[in-house]
């Protein structure tokens, strides 16, 4: 079934990253959620996943192209482990092509992982990947 959002075609592609998912579990039980993490005792490590900027939005303030930034945060409580499940993210996903569910994907550019902590949390760290994918819907 094709996937309704370039986001979830990323989804499904991140899903096929061994050394991600060695993290964050596989298939339907895999730790990935759009936007926010469930409130309350989520499972560590998981990943979030948001558009930052879509295409359209960069057409409407007169800029040229359109490519989206998707950024997608790692969430560890261990800052090594964290660190190398940014890293494998970038690994898995930079200078990427390829059809994935009804997305040819032409290249996703990857950038970080760049280390965050929130103050108010204790050995709780995110490493965030910002993509830029190229990509048509086929």
């Known amino acids: 079934m094709a996937a309704s959002s370039i986001e979830e075609a ?12 060695a993290y964050i579990g596989t298939g339907a039980n895999a730790r990935i959620y759009f936007m926010d993490a469930p409130e309350g005792d989520t499972i560590l ?17 007169g800029q040229k192209g359109g490519q989206p930034l998707i950024q997608v945060s790692a969430w560890h409580r261990n800052k ?3 660190l190398d499940l940014g890293n494998a993210l970038i690994e898995g ?7 994935v569910d009804g997305y040819l994907i032409k290249y996703i550019t990857a950038t ?3 280390a965050l902590r929130d103050p ?3 050995n709780l760290y995110q490493y965030v990947v910002n993509l830029y994918p190229e990509y048509d819907r086929s």
């Open 112 to 114: 970080g992982p760049t």
């Open 10 to 21: 990323i989804v499904t592609k991140i899903k096929s990253i061994a050394a991600v998912t």
């Open 80 to 82: 090594q482990n964290g």
């Open 93 to 99: 996903l930079d200078h990427f092509s390829g059809t």
């Open 45 to 61: 490590p998981y990943i979030v996943l948001g558009t930052i900027s879509a295409p359209n939005e960069a057409q409407s303030i």
């Open 120 to 122: 108010d949390y204790y």
